[in-house]
Protein backbone atom coordinates (compact mmCIF):
# COMPACT_ATOMS: atom_id res chain seq x y z
CA UNK A 1 0.00 0.00 0.00
CA UNK A 2 1.44 3.56 -0.95
CA UNK A 3 2.06 6.54 1.38
CA UNK A 4 -0.83 7.88 0.40
CA UNK A 5 -3.27 5.49 0.62
CA UNK A 6 -1.94 4.90 4.54
CA UNK A 7 -2.52 8.15 4.68
CA UNK A 8 -5.93 8.60 4.18
CA UNK A 9 -6.82 4.74 5.84
CA UNK A 10 -4.96 6.65 8.61
CA UNK A 11 -7.41 9.97 8.33
CA UNK A 12 -10.69 8.13 8.10
CA UNK A 13 -10.05 5.72 10.67
CA UNK A 14 -11.08 7.35 13.81
CA UNK A 15 -14.35 8.64 12.18
CA UNK A 16 -15.49 5.31 10.26
CA UNK A 17 -14.32 3.76 14.14
CA UNK A 18 -17.01 5.94 15.83
CA UNK A 19 -19.56 5.38 13.17
CA UNK A 20 -19.12 1.80 13.72
CA UNK A 21 -19.18 1.83 17.22
CA UNK A 22 -22.21 4.17 17.95
CA UNK A 23 -24.11 3.56 14.15
CA UNK A 24 -23.38 0.26 12.72
CA UNK A 25 -22.95 -2.01 15.96
CA UNK A 26 -26.28 -0.67 17.89
CA UNK A 27 -28.01 -1.43 14.60
CA UNK A 28 -26.68 -4.72 14.00
CA UNK A 29 -27.65 -5.48 17.73
CA UNK A 30 -31.62 -4.36 17.54
CA UNK A 31 -31.84 -6.71 14.14
CA UNK A 32 -30.92 -9.85 15.97
CA UNK A 33 -32.92 -8.62 19.35
CA UNK A 34 -35.77 -8.36 17.27
CA UNK A 35 -35.34 -12.27 16.98
CA UNK A 36 -35.43 -13.38 20.30
CA UNK A 37 -37.01 -12.82 23.84
CA UNK A 38 -34.92 -11.04 25.93
CA UNK A 39 -36.43 -8.26 28.49
CA UNK A 40 -34.23 -5.30 28.89
CA UNK A 41 -33.64 -5.20 32.55
CA UNK A 42 -31.23 -8.20 32.09
CA UNK A 43 -27.85 -8.50 29.91
CA UNK A 44 -27.97 -9.83 26.44
CA UNK A 45 -26.58 -13.01 27.27
CA UNK A 46 -30.32 -14.10 28.77
CA UNK A 47 -31.49 -13.51 25.31
CA UNK A 48 -33.52 -16.31 23.62
CA UNK A 49 -33.86 -17.13 20.08
CA UNK A 50 -37.12 -17.24 18.56
CA UNK A 51 -37.29 -16.44 15.06
CA UNK A 52 -39.96 -14.31 14.06
CA UNK A 53 -42.57 -14.80 16.24
CA UNK A 54 -41.94 -11.26 17.62
CA UNK A 55 -43.05 -9.57 14.19
CA UNK A 56 -45.69 -12.37 14.21
CA UNK A 57 -46.83 -10.85 17.57
CA UNK A 58 -46.63 -7.11 16.48
CA UNK A 59 -48.48 -8.04 13.19
CA UNK A 60 -51.22 -10.28 14.48
CA UNK A 61 -54.98 -9.24 15.43
CA UNK A 62 -53.99 -9.09 19.41
CA UNK A 63 -53.36 -6.22 21.56
CA UNK A 64 -50.20 -5.92 20.93
CA UNK A 65 -50.50 -5.95 17.02
CA UNK A 66 -53.74 -3.59 17.07
CA UNK A 67 -51.13 -0.56 19.43
CA UNK A 68 -48.51 -1.08 17.13
CA UNK A 69 -50.87 -0.79 14.13
CA UNK A 70 -52.25 1.91 15.69
CA UNK A 71 -49.16 3.59 16.44
CA UNK A 72 -47.81 2.93 12.56
CA UNK A 73 -50.59 4.41 11.24
CA UNK A 74 -50.19 7.89 13.73
CA UNK A 75 -47.01 8.11 12.42
CA UNK A 76 -47.87 8.19 8.86
CA UNK A 77 -50.47 10.39 9.79
CA UNK A 78 -47.90 12.81 11.77
CA UNK A 79 -45.58 12.90 8.95
CA UNK A 80 -47.99 13.62 6.16
CA UNK A 81 -49.73 16.69 7.68
CA UNK A 82 -45.98 17.72 8.84
CA UNK A 83 -44.87 17.44 5.29
CA UNK A 84 -47.73 19.01 3.80
CA UNK A 85 -47.34 21.89 5.98
CA UNK A 86 -43.74 22.49 6.38
CA UNK A 87 -42.87 22.37 2.40
CA UNK A 88 -45.79 25.51 1.01
CA UNK A 89 -44.82 27.45 4.09
CA UNK A 90 -40.72 27.13 3.40
CA UNK A 91 -41.44 27.91 0.40
CA UNK A 92 -44.04 30.99 0.15
CA UNK A 93 -41.03 32.46 3.26
CA UNK A 94 -38.19 31.24 0.88
CA UNK A 95 -39.59 33.96 -1.82
CA UNK A 96 -40.17 36.38 0.50
CA UNK A 97 -36.94 36.79 2.42
CA UNK A 98 -35.31 35.88 -1.30
CA UNK A 99 -36.97 39.13 -2.90
CA UNK A 100 -33.81 41.25 -2.99
CA UNK A 101 -36.45 43.88 -2.14
CA UNK A 102 -39.01 43.57 0.44
CA UNK A 103 -37.77 45.27 3.92
CA UNK A 104 -36.92 43.37 7.09
CA UNK A 105 -36.06 40.40 4.89
CA UNK A 106 -33.01 39.74 7.18
CA UNK A 107 -34.88 40.36 10.06
CA UNK A 108 -37.77 37.39 9.18
CA UNK A 109 -35.01 35.32 8.18
CA UNK A 110 -33.31 35.48 11.74
CA UNK A 111 -37.05 35.27 13.56
CA UNK A 112 -37.65 31.96 11.61
CA UNK A 113 -34.26 30.50 11.95
CA UNK A 114 -34.34 31.20 15.99
CA UNK A 115 -37.77 29.22 16.26
CA UNK A 116 -35.43 25.91 15.15
CA UNK A 117 -32.67 26.82 17.53
CA UNK A 118 -34.79 26.39 20.16
CA UNK A 119 -34.97 23.13 21.88
CA UNK A 120 -37.97 20.70 21.38
CA UNK A 121 -38.42 20.73 25.27
CA UNK A 122 -38.97 23.93 25.29
CA UNK A 123 -41.40 24.55 22.35
CA UNK A 124 -43.44 21.64 24.00
CA UNK A 125 -44.24 22.71 27.33
CA UNK A 126 -45.26 26.70 25.73
CA UNK A 127 -47.17 25.12 23.51
CA UNK A 128 -48.72 22.93 25.90
CA UNK A 129 -49.68 25.98 27.76
CA UNK A 130 -50.79 27.70 24.50
CA UNK A 131 -53.32 24.66 23.97
CA UNK A 132 -54.81 24.93 27.41
CA UNK A 133 -58.00 24.94 27.14
CA UNK A 134 -59.68 27.95 29.96
CA UNK A 135 -55.93 29.86 29.76
CA UNK A 136 -54.69 29.30 26.44
CA UNK A 137 -54.02 32.43 24.52
CA UNK A 138 -55.24 30.64 21.23
CA UNK A 139 -58.60 29.56 22.78
CA UNK A 140 -59.04 33.39 24.02
CA UNK A 141 -58.43 34.65 21.16
CA UNK A 142 -60.69 31.98 19.08
CA UNK A 143 -63.79 33.72 21.98
CA UNK A 144 -62.79 37.06 20.57
CA UNK A 145 -64.03 36.34 17.12
CA UNK A 146 -66.85 34.28 18.99
CA UNK A 147 -65.51 30.41 18.37
CA UNK A 148 -65.94 28.66 21.71
CA UNK A 149 -62.72 27.03 23.35
CA UNK A 150 -61.11 23.93 21.29
CA UNK A 151 -60.20 20.67 23.27
CA UNK A 152 -56.82 20.63 21.20
CA UNK A 153 -54.96 18.31 23.38
CA UNK A 154 -57.94 16.59 24.78
CA UNK A 155 -59.88 15.37 21.86
CA UNK A 156 -58.63 12.33 19.70
CA UNK A 157 -59.92 14.43 17.01
CA UNK A 158 -57.50 17.12 17.54
CA UNK A 159 -54.46 16.18 19.42
CA UNK A 160 -52.52 14.96 16.91
CA UNK A 161 -53.10 18.11 14.30
CA UNK A 162 -52.17 20.25 17.50
CA UNK A 163 -48.69 18.36 17.97
CA UNK A 164 -48.19 18.70 13.91
CA UNK A 165 -48.95 22.14 14.57
CA UNK A 166 -45.68 22.30 17.08
CA UNK A 167 -43.51 20.32 14.83
CA UNK A 168 -44.43 22.75 12.18
CA UNK A 169 -43.90 25.46 14.09
CA UNK A 170 -40.55 24.46 15.33
CA UNK A 171 -39.06 23.51 12.25
CA UNK A 172 -40.49 25.25 9.00
CA UNK A 173 -37.82 28.15 9.82
CA UNK A 174 -34.53 25.40 9.10
CA UNK A 175 -36.52 24.26 5.87
CA UNK A 176 -37.23 27.98 5.09
CA UNK A 177 -33.24 28.22 4.68
CA UNK A 178 -33.09 25.58 2.52
CA UNK A 179 -35.57 27.10 0.33
CA UNK A 180 -33.44 30.11 -0.05
CA UNK A 181 -30.33 28.42 -0.51
CA UNK A 182 -32.06 26.48 -3.55
CA UNK A 183 -33.62 30.02 -4.61
CA UNK A 184 -30.02 31.28 -4.57
CA UNK A 185 -28.46 29.06 -7.54
CA UNK A 186 -31.94 29.58 -9.81
CA UNK A 187 -29.98 31.89 -12.66
CA UNK A 188 -31.56 35.54 -12.59
CA UNK A 189 -31.22 35.46 -16.58
CA UNK A 190 -33.45 32.46 -16.93
CA UNK A 191 -36.17 35.02 -15.32
CA UNK A 192 -35.33 37.74 -17.08
CA UNK A 193 -35.39 35.89 -20.35
CA UNK A 194 -39.20 34.93 -19.40
CA UNK A 195 -40.50 38.18 -18.48
CA UNK A 196 -39.37 39.19 -21.98
CA UNK A 197 -41.65 36.27 -23.32
CA UNK A 198 -44.22 37.96 -21.32
CA UNK A 199 -44.34 35.32 -18.38
CA UNK A 200 -45.17 37.02 -15.09
CA UNK A 201 -45.63 35.56 -11.50
CA UNK A 202 -47.80 32.82 -11.40
CA UNK A 203 -46.26 31.78 -14.49
CA UNK A 204 -42.38 32.55 -13.65
CA UNK A 205 -43.46 30.39 -10.24
CA UNK A 206 -44.89 27.36 -11.77
CA UNK A 207 -42.75 26.99 -15.18
CA UNK A 208 -39.90 28.23 -14.03
CA UNK A 209 -39.30 28.90 -9.98
CA UNK A 210 -40.91 25.38 -8.99
CA UNK A 211 -39.47 23.06 -11.35
CA UNK A 212 -35.58 24.51 -10.82
CA UNK A 213 -36.55 23.96 -6.59
CA UNK A 214 -37.36 20.02 -7.38
CA UNK A 215 -34.17 18.90 -5.41
CA UNK A 216 -34.24 21.23 -2.68
CA UNK A 217 -37.92 20.40 -2.44
CA UNK A 218 -36.99 16.62 -2.82
CA UNK A 219 -34.33 16.82 -0.24
CA UNK A 220 -36.22 19.21 2.06
CA UNK A 221 -39.11 16.09 1.74
CA UNK A 222 -36.66 13.43 2.66
CA UNK A 223 -35.41 15.38 5.83
CA UNK A 224 -38.83 15.98 6.42
CA UNK A 225 -39.74 12.79 6.87
CA UNK A 226 -36.80 11.46 8.83
CA UNK A 227 -37.71 14.14 11.49
CA UNK A 228 -41.67 13.38 11.58
CA UNK A 229 -40.37 10.04 11.78
CA UNK A 230 -38.07 10.38 15.29
CA UNK A 231 -40.58 12.54 16.85
CA UNK A 232 -40.58 12.23 20.42
CA UNK A 233 -39.99 15.09 22.67
CA UNK A 234 -43.80 16.64 22.07
CA UNK A 235 -45.94 13.38 22.89
CA UNK A 236 -43.64 12.68 25.87
CA UNK A 237 -44.27 15.60 27.22
CA UNK A 238 -47.56 16.76 26.52
CA UNK A 239 -50.25 14.00 25.84
CA UNK A 240 -47.93 10.75 26.43
CA UNK A 241 -49.15 9.00 23.55
CA UNK A 242 -53.15 10.26 24.27
CA UNK A 243 -55.72 10.78 24.66
CA UNK A 244 -57.28 7.00 23.59
CA UNK A 245 -53.68 6.42 22.11
CA UNK A 246 -54.38 9.25 18.96
CA UNK A 247 -51.02 10.95 19.29
CA UNK A 248 -49.38 6.86 20.25
CA UNK A 249 -46.46 7.13 17.58
CA UNK A 250 -43.77 4.84 17.21
CA UNK A 251 -40.43 6.02 18.76
CA UNK A 252 -43.59 6.83 21.74
CA UNK A 253 -44.56 3.46 21.43
CA UNK A 254 -40.97 1.57 21.65
CA UNK A 255 -39.93 3.37 24.44
CA UNK A 256 -43.09 1.88 26.41
CA UNK A 257 -42.61 -1.30 24.89
CA UNK A 258 -38.78 -1.80 25.22
CA UNK A 259 -38.07 0.04 27.89
CA UNK A 260 -41.45 0.82 30.17
CA UNK A 261 -42.67 -2.99 29.62
CA UNK A 262 -39.04 -4.23 29.44
CA UNK A 263 -39.95 -6.21 26.00
CA UNK A 264 -37.00 -5.41 24.93
CA UNK A 265 -37.01 -8.17 21.95
CA UNK A 266 -40.37 -7.09 21.12
CA UNK A 267 -39.61 -3.56 21.15
CA UNK A 268 -36.70 -4.38 18.68
CA UNK A 269 -38.56 -6.03 16.33
CA UNK A 270 -40.75 -2.62 16.19
CA UNK A 271 -37.23 -0.67 15.81
CA UNK A 272 -36.54 -2.66 12.68
CA UNK A 273 -39.93 -2.63 11.51
CA UNK A 274 -40.24 1.34 11.54
CA UNK A 275 -36.36 1.27 9.91
CA UNK A 276 -37.25 -0.74 7.39
CA UNK A 277 -40.65 0.91 6.30
CA UNK A 278 -38.44 4.51 6.15
CA UNK A 279 -36.05 3.66 4.10
CA UNK A 280 -38.54 1.63 1.81
CA UNK A 281 -40.52 5.12 2.19
CA UNK A 282 -37.68 7.17 1.32
CA UNK A 283 -36.27 4.51 -1.68
CA UNK A 284 -39.51 5.06 -3.57
CA UNK A 285 -39.21 8.31 -3.29
CA UNK A 286 -36.27 9.06 -4.89
CA UNK A 287 -37.00 6.87 -7.62
CA UNK A 288 -40.21 8.49 -8.48
CA UNK A 289 -38.11 11.58 -8.59
CA UNK A 290 -35.56 9.97 -11.23
CA UNK A 291 -38.26 8.66 -13.08
CA UNK A 292 -39.64 12.19 -13.53
CA UNK A 293 -36.32 13.31 -14.44
CA UNK A 294 -36.41 11.01 -17.23
CA UNK A 295 -39.12 12.49 -18.51
Known amino acids: ?17 LIAIFILVPIALTVWLAFTKWSSQTPFSTATFIGLDNFRE ?4 GSVGRDFKGALVNTALYSLMSIALILPLSVLFGMLIHQADLKGANILRTILFATYMVPMIAVALVFSKLYSP ?3 PINQILGWVGIGPLPWLSSPDTALVSVVLLNVWQQVGYFTILIIAGLTQIPQSIYEAAKMDGARGPALFGFITLPLLQRTLLFSAVIALINAVQVFEPVALVTQGGPVGSTNVMTYHIRRVGIERAQGGLGSAMSVTLLL ?4 TVTAVFALARREDRR
Open 134 to 136: SEG
Open 277 to 280: ALVV
Open 58 to 61: IFGA
Open 1 to 17: MSGFRKSIVAMLAPSLG
